[in-house]
């Protein structure tokens, strides 16, 4: 059988969604490579024509996913409402319900964290851009906040993430939300 020029871009392609899929869901270190495999609907065999270990395929998922996120972040405007919009949708109950289309960094920072170090120089490289974008957004006096506030971004996603109640996951939201307006000086 003769596959297309681009099959095997494609077949790439597919299995970093998936792996990424899975690993916000379930964690890096949950998820091996028989069930991305699985889950994409190809061999085991597969998998090393495209990547020589698993770890190639998380530095492979980081890039790319963080490359989507920069990608959103900057169709928003450059303004006042684009920094606020960035927030308000970052911070939302469809956000925080949506683990596995959501912010790789805030499923994934506790696995990064503990990758060797040119996994983390891959993701510090990949999340320049992504706070680069909220750099062009936020108040020039609030400048060096940037990453104090993709930090409680993060974190408040993180933790709203991890309660049960959902009146109290809307509270820690919206807390947030008010929060990083005014670390923004967009409130």
């Known amino acids: 059988m003769r596959y297309t020029k681009d099959h095997k871009q494609q077949t790439r392609t597919r299995i970093i969604d998936t792996a990424a899929k899975l690993f ?12 991305i495999m ?22 492979a998922v980081i890039v790319e996913e963080l490359k ?4 959103t972040f900057e169709s928003v405007p450059h303004d006042k409402a ?5 927030i308000n949708t970052y911070l939302s109950a469809e956000h925080r319900i949506d683990c596995a289309s959501g912010c790789p960094s805030a499923a994934l920072i506790g696995d ?13 490289h990949s999340l320049t851009g992504v706070t680069d974008e909220i750099k062009d957004r936020i108040a020039p ?39 990083a307006l ?3 000086g967009a409130a």
């Open 24 to 35: 916000k869901e379930e964690g890096i270190n949950a998820v091996g490579i028989a069930a």
């Open 38 to 59: 699985k889950s994409a609907g190809l061999t085991n065999g597969a998998f090393y024509a495209h990547f020589s270990s698993k770890q190639a395929l998380v530095e």
């Open 68 to 71: 989507h996120q920069l990608m």
């Open 82 to 86: 684009g920094l606020e919009f960035i």
């Open 112 to 124: 990064i964290s503990r990758l060797h170090s040119d996994a983390k120089a891959i993701y510090m």
């Open 141 to 179: 006096s609030q400048v060096d906040s940037t990453y104090a506030l993709f930090g409680l971004l993060l974190g408040t996603l993180q933790m709203a993430r991890s309660v049960s109640d959902e009146s109290v996951a809307e509270a820690i939201l919206a807390s947030g939300r008010q929060a």
């Open 182 to 184: 005014r670390l923004a």
